[in-house]
């Protein structure tokens, strides 16, 4: 039996687990997919947000400050890049500028410092590649980026090394309350008897919930695309660079990435279809016409890719985090929309704090808090590449030529705590494949360590789990590629 079961391994799930593997507890996570981080954390813009947006006394400012607070330390212990880059507000209307003076005072309001209004020289000097038309911006110096892969993955492997069970595979379609008050949850034909459930299921959140709360809740899925530059551009902005919010949200930012890349969007548009993350021809012209209100023109050629991440939105406009209405010890973490990977570790903390008192469990006397990531060979100086191909000559075989990735860093991300299974696992732990020619190179080569490390045949080898397999037949005729309803290998479950 748990103490706690988590339903979602997204960053708030993960975040979670870390924060509850703090405490002497059975916990266990189940995701519906085949790894972390396969959700809306996977697509966003990759902020750690400054604290001016969300609206005073809301969920969203209090855990967006403390979460932006976390980030430093946090990231250092679980070895994740996060820069403080600072964000520029950009206001290109003089009689805007009110706006821009309210949202100064909604982040003092929200207890953060260091907010000024910069305007002219100054401002261009900071970043001379601003469109001719800003007037002045709110500079948010604690803003940040971070990359929320690694920021997910750490987490997630952090609460593994500290005891924590992960079940993939594992979608929940049932949750059932006995008399002596225990849920039993079933998932992916198991069933899982637990004294407290945590609803982390981002846009399926309300469906999670329904299934026990006599108060129902529904979460609309808003999607927002984006267009994603080559790292050629490194440089073109430093700070995010954002607009004036509208009704729609924050607007359309232009961003550096911690990795170096120019990430430009989202839009921001409801849809029906939770699974739809598809990007479309309108989404991405809007895009490119609104990047040009706040930077001067980027060059198209350079963009390598654009996706789409679904906002998990709310009925109430803010966080909904608490104990469901009839339902004891079902802790939602539901609405987590922006900013819900700034605010991840202090989500954790509150959630750890509740199941503390709630569950009356004790803090352990021994926690695991420094999780190595894996080594970024392109980003090490020449005597550390070449004291780590000393080491392991598997450094000193590159796999992906656009990110400079080795062989040792993706068998480093297949054999670690909750090492990938797929392509886009393995891409999302190393960059394999992220780079300018979008994988076109590496694939085969990846399929093949993939294979060789894990014993799944080439055949069953998926992009991103399901039926996305990459090999849909044999040159040569010999064979047909299997064929399992769900398109699933047993070895994918090691
Ligand atoms: C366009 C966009 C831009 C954003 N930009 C930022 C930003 O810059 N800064 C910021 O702070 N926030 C940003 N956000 C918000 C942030 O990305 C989210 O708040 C955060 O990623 C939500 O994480 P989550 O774990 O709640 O959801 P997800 O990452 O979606 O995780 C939910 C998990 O639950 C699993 N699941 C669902 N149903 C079941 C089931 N029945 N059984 C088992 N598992 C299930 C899913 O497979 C998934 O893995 C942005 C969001 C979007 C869409």
Partial sequence: MYDAVIIGAGVTGAAAAWALSRLCANICVLERTEDVCTGTSKANSAIIHGG??????????????????????????LDVPFQRNGAL??????????????????????????????????????????????????????SGIVCPFELTLALA?????????????????????DEKGLYHVKAGGTEYVTRAVINAAGVYADEIHNMVSTQKIRIRPRRG????????????????IFQLPTEKGKGVLVTPTVHGNILAGPTSDFISDKEDTATTAEGIAEVLEKENLSVKPLPGGRIITSFAGLRAHGETGDFIIGEAEGAPLFYDLAGIESPGLSSAPAIG??????????????????VIEKRTGIPHFAELPIEEKQKLIAKNPLYGQIVCRCEMVTEGEIVDAIRRPLGARSLDGVKRRTRAGMGRCQSGFCLP?????LHRETGI??????????????????TKGEKEPRDREDGRHPHEEM
């Fill in 349 to 366: 903390e509150m959630t750890a704090a509740w199941a503390e008192k709630a569950l009356g469990l004790q803090k352990k006397d021994h």
């Fill in 157 to 177: 492997e952090n609460a593994c090394q500290n005891g924590v069970d992960f079940h993939f595979h594992a979608e929940v379609t049932d949750i059932r309350r």
């Fill in 457 to 474: 045949p080439q055949d069953m080898i998926t992009k991103c789990g399901g039926n996305s397999r990459v090999v849909v037949g044999y």
């Fill in 89 to 142: 507000v950009v206001c290109t209307d003089e009689a805007k500028m009110g706006e821009l003076e309210a949202l100064l005072a909604r982040g003092i309001a929200n207890g953060v410092s260091g907010f000024r209004i910069v305007r002219g020289e100054e401002l261009f000097r900071m970043e001379p590649n601003l469109s001719e038309n800003v007037t002045a911006a709110l500079r948010a110096p604690t």
């Fill in 225 to 240: 695309e984006y267009c994603l530059y080559d790292r050629a551009l490194q440089g073109y902005v430093r700070h995010t």
């Fill in 445 to 449: 080569r990846v399929c093949e360590i």
């Fill in 52 to 77: 001016f947006d969300p609206a005073v006394g809301s969920l969203m400012a209090k855990l967006n400050v403390r979460g932006n607070e976390m980030m430093d330390s946090l990231c250092e212990d």
